[in-house]
């Protein structure tokens, strides 16, 4: 039972008790005398009704909602542990360093041997003229056939073998046989300086036309103006940049040279050419081997003395650097 009926009950018996017993008998008596019992009766009846009004107040009253406890924790870092064993890192491999690459310039100049055979004495040494500028070791022939031949044979592995052949001399027959053999069993470069394939076309040159993806075209009697047929190659851009031979100065009345095509399914690019637009045909200026070998079939003399020491230089360069990339 509640606190609020258990205190209404209590306060109603109090009331009722009270007024039942000051309720008159039906025998009229005189009133009593009042006693000093009477006042006290009187002040306790007044004191039960006003707790009975407290009690009853308090109990409508909403109980009280109790706060809420807080609680506070406070955390207190724990010292760094002393006396550890000091960390050990993990050994790392160790790096191997990257074997030195050969220097190509210094193998050019130093060791690079040059086989050179030139028979323009009597008219301008300009094969040789373009190899002292770049200040290359070789040997020199000049136009002795038989001394070529001798260093042809030897022992010598020649890494460039360079081929003047302009004022009509002729370098054939077994000469080509010797050269064709070191070109493809020995990886050695070749620059040849030939006006005459329409002689020697179907001769012992030939395996060194067909292993490069040449043909014969034609002949050509007369210097004209040559196009470059592929600028952007090397051998017009390093180290020299080498124009076109747009300017000419006819210096053989005949035979000034040939004109070339490419073969069916060759690896050869023609470089430069009488027409700019023809890629393939009437070609005067073929490389192939990997870049190793380079077939001009215009003669020097023909045109300008510093264009076309500009453009040997570069010849030598890209086919020894060439036949530099084939070395162990």
């Not at 006042?39 to 809420?68: D, Y």
């Not at 075209?217 to 031979?245: C, G, H, K």
Request: net charge negative; with cysteine.
């Amino acid at each position: 039972m509640s606190l609020h009926k258990s205190t209404s009950l209590a306060v109603s018996v109090l009331i009722f008790s009270i007024l039942a017993c000051s309720l008159p008998d039906s025998t009229p008596v005189a009133p009593p005398a009042a006693t000093a019992a009477d006042g006290t009766k009187i002040v306790l009846e007044v004191q039960a009704t006003a707790l009975a009004a407290q009690i009853t107040q308090m109990a409508q009253s909403p109980a009280a909602t109790p706060a809420p406890i807080q609680v506070t924790v406070e955390i207190t870092s724990l010292p760094a542990p002393t006396n550890l064993p000091a960390q050990v890192e993990a050994p790392t491999a160790t790096e191997i360093p990257a074997a030195p690459t050969a220097d190509f310039d210094a193998w050019m100049k130093d060791d690079a041997r040059i086989l050179v055979y030139e028979d323009t004495q009597n008219i301008g040494l300009w094969i040789r003229d373009a190899l002292d500028g770049m200040n290359v070791k070789y040997t020199h022939v000049g136009d002795a056939l038989g001394t070529f031949m001798e260093n042809l044979n030897s022992g010598i592995q020649w890494d460039l073998i360079i081929v003047g052949a302009e004022s009509k001399t002729s370098v054939q027959g077994e000469f080509w046989d010797v050269i064709s053999e070191r070109v493809s069993r020995k990886n050695t470069a070749l620059i040849a300086e030939v006006w005459y394939l329409d002689l020697l076309g179907e001769g012992r040159i030939k395996p060194l036309l067909t292993g490069c993806g040449v043909r014969f075209q034609r002949d050509w009697p007369l210097a004209e103006s040559i196009y470059w047929l592929q600028p952007d190659q090397p051998v017009f851009n390093a180290p020299n940049t080498s124009m076109p031979l747009i300017h000419y100065n006819i210096y053989w009345s005949a035979q000034a040279g040939d004109l070339i095509k490419l073969a069916p399914g060759s690896n050869a690019t023609l470089l430069a050419g009488i027409f700019q637009k023809q890629k393939s045909d009437y070609g005067v200026l073929a490389t192939c081997y990997d870049g190793r070998v380079i077939l001009q079939t215009f003669s020097n003399h023909d045109y300008r003395r510093d264009e076309i020491m500009l453009l040997w230089q570069n010849y030598v360069y890209n086919t020894l650097k060439n036949r530099f990339a084939t070395l162990p």
